[in-house]
């Protein structure tokens, strides 16, 4: 095969596309990104300015026919997850029922009414899609899995910090890779060793390697239809049965955890840094600091909620201004702008405290720099955008041994 023909979905600005077209090995023929809260379609401007509007749609995907989606080799997307961020308290999380997360239902739609098979599915969220609801542990991604395997489909998973591996952000998403029945590479994973599989054979074991620590692999089936799966998954149960590796084939799950297993050249914060090419708007204003120190520092303090309740509350300190020598912090979609936040990313220069630029953000998730620099388009927003991205240096790994496999 000379290309791999992809559909990307829930494109944003483009991370998957940028780390699947590196190497030259894959053709997007038709990509979709709506955003359902706002007028003007921003992430769709960057992304049309980059790879041009030509089979690029910018419409609700829950109201495109499947029948204007071309056929494709593998449908890539980091599905909306929203509902599952670490911006929100599981509490607060409505998993596959959330307003964005029933997105999931459109991925499924075009899978089933395809009349040919996408053989290769290519997805990512975040690593609280596995534990989630709080009410029933990991019983959205069992929903997933089991949908998956009603249309055809083998699944591997695996939690990847991009930090643990070299790269310069701490990171940490859920990455998984379907099979259709269809393929060769679901038959070498019908009859390969389960573990041999998640440690050293499969795609994730292959491009992130993992020690060889013996955990112990759990195994169980996931029999009940959708609805009673929804209805009574893990009820009762505190802990999410789905590990941080695993695969699920045929009904039944196998699943361990790993540790990385990774020595090569590790990009730091510093690394990504514009020396002596930042404007004054990315400067904290010294009588700002005390703000910026109160936020980011330990806190045991008496609050009342907005009904009266009165609670202790506590918090731990952050490191203030971020370290230089390691991988930064997890880019959140709240980094831009210049009111003080305990969040956002500050760095200590000869000229003082500074915000991070939309160009290091970018830099952090690994894409070209000024890839989201368009016309109309803030710098909070580029910082939204990269908050809401992927680190491309992921993708592309993976995108290789893919490549590969479908060749194989």
Not at 134 to 158: C, H, P, T
Not at 174 to 203: C, N, P
Request: hydrophobic share 35%.
């Amino acid at each position: 095969m000379d290309k791999v023909k992809v559909i990307e979905l829930f494109a944003g600005v483009g991370g998957f596309r940028l780390g699947l077209e590196k190497n030259g090995k894959y053709e997007v023929v038709w990509s979709n990104q709506w955003e359902p809260s706002t007028k003007t379609q921003h992430a769709s401007m960057v992304y049309e300015t980059r790879f041009g509007s030509e089979n690029h749609s910018n419409q609700d995907i829950a109201e495109v026919p499947t029948d204007e989606i071309p056929d494709a080799d593998l449908l890539v997307g980091g599905f909306p997850c929203q509902d599952y961020s670490v911006a929100t308290t599981l509490q607060n999380s409505k998993g596959l029922i959330g307003k964005k997360g029933v997105l999931w239902w459109s991925i499924h739609r075009i899978l089933k009414e395809k009349k040919k098979p996408v053989p290769y599915l290519f997805l990512e969220n975040v690593d609280r899609l596995l534990k989630s609801p709080s009410s029933q542990r990991g019983r959205d991604f069992a929903i997933m899995l089991k949908s998956l395997n009603d249309l055809g489909y083998a699944v591997e998973w695996r939690v990847i910090n991009a930090a643990e591996y070299g790269m310069p952000q701490r990171r940490r998403r859920v990455f998984f890779i379907a099979y259709h029945q269809s393929t060769k590479a679901y038959r070498a994973l019908s009859k390969a060793d389960k573990e041999s599989w998640m440690t050293e054979e499969g795609i994730m074991a292959k491009v992130f390697p993992v020690k060889n620590s013996n955990n112990k692999v759990f195994s169980f089936p996931i029999e009940n239809d959708l609805v009673s799966l929804s209805d009574t998954f893990n009820k009762g149960e505190k802990l999410s049965p789905f590990l941080n590796t695993g695969i699920f084939i045929d009904g039944k799950v196998s699943t361990q955890k790993t540790e990385p297993n990774y020595s090569g050249e590790e990009i730091t914060l510093g690394d990504v840094l514009q020396n002596g090419e930042v404007s004054e708007e990315f400067f904290i204003l010294e009588n700002e600091y005390s703000k910026w120190e109160y936020l980011k520092g330990a806190k045991k303090e008496i609050r009342t909620s907005k009904n009266g309740f009165t609670y202790n509350y506590s918090e731990g300190k952050m490191i203030f201004p971020d370290a230089l020598d390691n991988a930064s912090r997890t880019i959140i979609t709240g980094e831009g702008g210049k009111s003080p936040s305990r969040f956002k990313h500050v760095v200590a220069t000869r000229k003082g405290l500074r915000r991070l630029t939309p160009i290091e953000l970018e830099r952090l998730n690994m894409f070209p720099d000024n890839h989201t620099l368009v016309e109309g388009i803030s710098d909070t927003k580029r910082a939204f955008f990269m908050g809401n991205a992927l680190v491309v240096g992921i993708v592309e790994k993976i995108a290789e041994e893919l490549y590969d496999r479908i060749n194989m």
